[in-house]
T-cell receptor
């Protein structure tokens, strides 16, 4: 059975802190892994990772995938209150479906 | 409680064929949505529904039709499929009390390939 575990499930930090969000997965026919930020309504796309060891960056956010150990991390440096959201990871089970993790709820306090 | 489910999971169509994607939710949610996700892009809203019997257009509605005959189901139809409709389709639902700003719960996606 496909499984996605995210940790921590909830995190409270202060502005300026750096956070690391974890996503581990067990899926068959793995193709890629997507990270989303969900503040309200629909999640917004952050990254798609297909290759191990290649870091993707977007501003203060970065992410990397380890296909051997079956996990990915999402880093956010110099956090801001606007980073408060639920962060979802979703492995793409190629030809099957996407499996959304439960999400990490990040709260950034001023 | 299955949450949001989608049928089928994967489909290959030829140009011009028609098909219907089914989304079902068992959370008694009022609002339901259909999105498409293309490589490297964010989710784009196709159509949505704020209640049984009502539908509305989203950001990219052309080439799609929807129906919400039952509260728990939201159908997405392609009358004449085109290669540009090759995508992953996500259905979502939300309680609706907060309007379109509420947190949405997503289905697993349907991968559609149009040849």
């Amino acid at each position: 059975e496909d499984k996605v575990v995210q940790s921590p499930l909830s995190l409270v930090v202060h502005e300026g802190d750096t956070v690391t969000l974890n996503c581990s997965y067990e899926v068959t026919n793995f193709r890629s892994l997507l990270w989303y930020k969900q503040e309200k309504k629909a999640p917004t796309f952050l990254f798609m990772l297909t290759s191990s060891g290649i870091e993707k960056k977007s501003g203060r956010l970065s992410s990397i995938l380890d296909k051997k150990e079956l996990f990915s991390i999402l880093n956010i440096t110099a956090t801001q209150t606007g980073d408060s959201a639920v962060y979802l990871c979703a492995p793409d089970n190629y030809g099957q479906n996407f499996v959304f993790g439960p999400g990490t709820r990040l709260s950034v306090l001023p | 409680n299955a949450g949001v489910t989608q049928t089928p999971k994967f489909r290959v169509l030829k140009t011009g064929q028609s098909m219907t994607l089914l989304c079902a939710q068992d959370m008694n949610h009022e609002y339901m949505y259909w999105y498409r996700q293309d490589p490297g892009m964010g989710l784009r809203l196709i159509h949505y529904s704020v209640g049984e019997g009502t539908t509305a257009k989203g950001e990219v509605p052309d080439g799609y039709n929807v129906s919400r005959l039952k509260k728990q189901n939201f159908l997405l139809g392609l009358e004449s499929a085109a290669p540009s409709q090759t995508s992953v389709y996500f259905c979502a639902s939300s309680y609706g009390a907060g309007g379109l700003q509420e947190t949405q719960y997503f289905g697993p996606g349907t991968r559609l390939l149009v040849l």
